[in-house]
């Protein structure tokens, strides 16, 4: 079956860096484009960053733009995220997702996608 299991978060300080970790099994993981999305305590869940198959393109949400990258190796069928310059507002479960298809015209809706993580807690707090 499809799985999804994210790690890497924890408790970073204000100007710190996390990097987030996805695998997936239980399918061909170079056929779906993936995302990454993440939700805090008493808000709606949200758009963090997106990659198409390929990982030749990347997209961001503007709050996170210039300060996370996304990026994929399909021959370890993982996707990271790679968070510099953290901020409190950063402090979120963050979940990974699976796309329906290869690519998405819009990573931030979220009918597009079909599957997800666990999440992994990010705290961001001196």
């Known amino acids: 079956q499809v799985q999804l299991v994210e790690s890497g978060g924890g408790l970073a300080q204000p100007g710190g860096s996390l990097r987030l970790s996805c695998i997936g099994s239980?399918?061909?993981?170079?056929?779906?484009?993936m995302a990454w999305f993440r939700q805090a305590p008493g808000k709606e869940r949200e758009f963090v960053a997106g990659?198409?198959?390929?990982?030749?393109?990347?997209f961001y949400a503007d709050s996170v733009k210039g300060r996370f990258t996304i990026s994929r190796d399909n021959r370890e069928r993982s996707l990271y995220l790679q968070m510099d310059s953290l901020k409190p507002d950063d402090t979120a479960l963050y979940y990974c997702?699976?796309?329906?298809?290869?690519?998405?015209?819009?990573?931030?809706?979220?009918?597009?996608?079909?599957?997800w993580g666990q999440g992994t807690q990010v705290t961001v707090s001196s």
């Open positions: 997702l699976r796309a329906k298809q290869s690519f998405n015209n819009n990573y931030r809706d979220i009918t597009g996608y079909d599957y």
């Open positions: 239980g399918f061909t993981f170079s056929d779906h484009a």
């Open positions: 990659i198409p198959w390929s990982g030749l393109r990347t």
